[in-house]
C-alpha cells in the first residue's frame, strides 16, 4: 500500500510511527487497532424519539473509504419511525 500511495500517504506516515516510536510499535502489536463498533446502535431523534438501528459496514480497500448503513428490522418500532422520517423530512417543492 506504501509504494502504491507514495511517501506522502496515511500507509507511509504509520510505517514512520511503526519505526520511530517502540510505544506504538508495542500498541500495533496487540492487534487492537481494528475493534469494532457493536452492531446495533440507539439513538434519540428529536421528531420520532429512541430508534434502535443495526450498523453494517461496507469497506472498499482500493479507495480506502468505508460507508455506514443504518436499517432497522421490517415491522419494527425502529422501521417504523425510519418510514415516518422519510416523510416528514423528504424535501417539498
Request: overall charge positive; proline content about 8%; some cysteine.
Amino acid at each position: 500500500m506504501v509504494t502504491r500511495r507514495g511517501l506522502a500517504s496515511r500507509a507511509a506516515g504509520l510505517v514512520r510511527l511503526l519505526e520511530s516510536h517502540p510505544e506504538f510499535r508495542a500498541l500495533w502489536k496487540e492487534h487492537e487497532v481494528g475493534i469494532r463498533p457493536r452492531g446495533v446502535k440507539r439513538y434519540l431523534h428529536p421528531v420520532v424519539g429512541f430508534l434502535e438501528l443495526s450498523c453494517q459496514v461496507l469497506l472498499d480497500p482500493e479507495q480506502s473509504h468505508s460507508l455506514l448503513v443504518y436499517t432497522a428490522p421490517p415491522g419494527s418500532e425502529s422501521h417504523d419511525k425510519l418510514r415516518l422520517l422519510s416523510v416528514v423530512s423528504a424535501p417539498t417543492g
